[in-house]
């Protein structure tokens, strides 16, 4: 039961987490009449916006934002690259919180990364020139599946420590 339960948890933290910022930078940066548009001329988009911080390291989201704050550019970038790492955060956080043990804490927010990960890839196949929104070319939708799997296997891995931190256990 903990395992669901912190798969779910987590599953809707993380696409609600990831819909808010994308809301605010889109708002920020007056874009958002052309956002909502683009949903309703391709519906494929509210998957990159659900699930599209999965696919992002976040060592290049941490250079990122360092770069960005050290050049003065704050901006609606910045609060996207600010919501790539609060998200899948605060989404291990109720992971940890939310599971009954360890392994279902960790196991829930793993899931989570690789279900984010497999819904791109999948979009990859499907329809590779809406992941062009978000910058992300697509030659061989293969290797984009792969590549996908792998970030998301290493978000799993480093957020899902932050999961086990937060887990509550009972010492007996």
Known sequence: MG?????????LGF?????LFVVIAETISENLND?????????????????G????MPGSVFSSIY???????????????IGFVISPFVASIIAGRTGDNKGGSFGGW?????I????LGVLAFISPATLLYYG?????????????LMSGAVNGVFYGCFSLLFTRVEMY
């Open 35 to 51: 956002l909502f548009s683009n949903i309703s001329s391709n519906p494929l988009i509210i998957l990159l916006i659900f699930f």
């Open 110 to 114: 793993m899931i989570t990364a690789i």
């Open 116 to 119: 984010s990960a497999v819904a």
């Open 3 to 11: 395992l669901g339960k912190a798969l779910g948890f987590s599953l």
């Open 136 to 148: 992300i070319p697509v030659a061989d939708p293969v290797v984009v599946l792969i590549f996908f």
């Open 15 to 19: 696409i609600g987490l990831n819909f």
């Open 67 to 81: 770069v960005q704050i050290s050049s003065g550019m704050i901006n609606y970038m910045l609060i996207q690259s």
């Open 53 to 56: 911080p999965i696919v992002s």
